[in-house]
């Protein structure tokens, strides 16, 4: 199976993290051995030269072109946005990759870009910024799958609506398959015969979010390009591989583990009772960051420390912030009914004692807690909708 996709070096402070994989590195080895040849396609310096050797020693083949420097991803935590260096207006751009092969799997690149002619292809343009069609640079493909986020689909269709924007993409870009990602949601596969399926997300003991895009791709690039299995079928491994990957940052995905994950189920228009502490820059900042990710994720946000109410019914979830919390705000959980809401907390200072005691969940890392208030506040309004039929 061929690759094609960007080679950059990724640096994430909490948790840590500083590797060199990015979307074609990450994905060649999530699938080395897997297949009976992985191809790599890409760009690299020459400070890429031992992640190169690291590759090749786990048997992918390799076809690289120049490129001048480094290209990194820096983030704070690993939903946080990161920061590119070079700048994208800074990065320069290489010629073109020539990528033939029965099975395909494309990514967008910062410093270049790949035409690809396949019997199957698998096409991630890895942007919302003005994403170019799969043909549009003279790629070719008996079957096309296109895979990307609700963001990139919008922006790539001009509709809003999910299922439209779809079809439009089949029909445009001539696809037989477009598969959404959507994030806690998990996935829509929407097929060119019409048919539309709806793929769970799955949890995990820890989420790390950095590279599950590049997992998801490679995974269902290999079920369906390589392997030939249907796409609801390959969108389905696809979602449970990303769940080890979030647990683990590794690539072993055991069949018989994967089949004994757990749906999450969908948290979109849950309510989040968010408390913490905003007395200093930093708790602020955490708090702030809470705020937004769960608003990414869909939910309704309840944060009297920070003045918002968005809400117009009780909480699903408590996520707390366990960082010098005041006396209200140990009283607004307590009178929260703790009994039938269930209480995350995200407890970092591990040294010091957990102010809440009944909790449902307790972790150290920012990015779990936010999904474990999601999925613990997605289960408890599908019990509400179950009890209300």
């Known amino acids: ?22 979307s074609g590195g990450r994905a060649a080895v999530a699938i080395a051995g897997k297949c009976p040849q992985v191809q790599l396609h890409s760009y690299a310096s020459s400070i890429d030269k031992p992640t190169l050797v690291a590759l090749q020693n786990q048997g992918i083949q390799l076809n690289i072109s120049s490129r001048s420097s480094p290209i990194a991803f820096a983030y704070f935590h690993s939903l946080s946005v990161p920061h590119v260096q070079p700048a994208y207006s800074d990065i320069e751009q290489q010629a073109p990759i020539i990528v033939t092969g029965n099975a395909v799997l494309r990514f967008g690149f910062l410093e270049g870009d790949a035409v690809v002619i396949a019997n199957k292809a698998v096409y ?14 003279g790629s070719k493909a008996n079957e096309l799958a296109v895979v990307l986020n609700e963001l990139e689909l919008q922006h790539a269709s001009g509709i809003l609506e999910l299922e439209r924007a779809a079809e439009h993409l089949i029909h445009e870009q001539n696809a037989t398959v477009v598969v959404v990602k959507k994030g806690a949601q998990g996935a829509s596969v929407y097929e060119r015969s019409g048919q ?58 055991n069949h018989h583990l994967m089949l004994q994950l757990q749906p999450v189920s969908s948290p979109v228009g849950a309510v989040i009772h968010l408390e913490g502490s905003v007395q200093s820059l930093g708790q602020r900042f955490a708090m702030e960051e809470a705020r937004y990710a769960l608003g990414q994720l869909g939910m309704e ?25 005041r006396k209200d705000a140990l009283t607004r959980i307590t009178l929260a009914d703790t009994g039938s809401i ?21 972790t150290d890392d920012f990015t779990t807690a936010i999904y474990l208030a999601a999925w613990s506040a997605g289960d408890r309004l599908t019990a509400d909708e179950r009890r209300e039929q």
């Open 124 to 137: 991630d343009p890895q942007t919302w910024r003005n994403p170019t069609s799969f043909t549009a640079n």
């Open 196 to 253: 539309v399926s709806h793929i769970p997300a799955y949890r995990s003991s820890t989420v790390f979010k950095i590279g599950t895009g590049d997992v998801f791709s490679a995974i269902f690039a290999l079920n369906w390009a390589e392997r030939g299995l249907c796409a609801a079928k390959a969108a389905d491994l696809a979602s449970r591989s990303v769940s080890m990957y979030c647990a683990t940052r590794a690539y072993d995905f």
């Open 342 to 362: 269930p209480v995350v907390a995200l407890h970092e200072r591990t040294n010091t004692k957990l102010s809440i005691p009944d909790c449902a969940w307790v």
């Open 301 to 325: 946000i309840y944060c009297p420390e920070l003045g918002v109410d968005s809400s117009t019914r009780s909480a699903d979830a408590i996520l707390v912030l366990d960082d010098g919390l």
């Open 1 to 22: 199976m061929h690759i094609a996709g960007g080679l950059y070096r990724e640096l994430c402070d909490i948790p840590y993290w500083d590797t060199t994989l990015g």
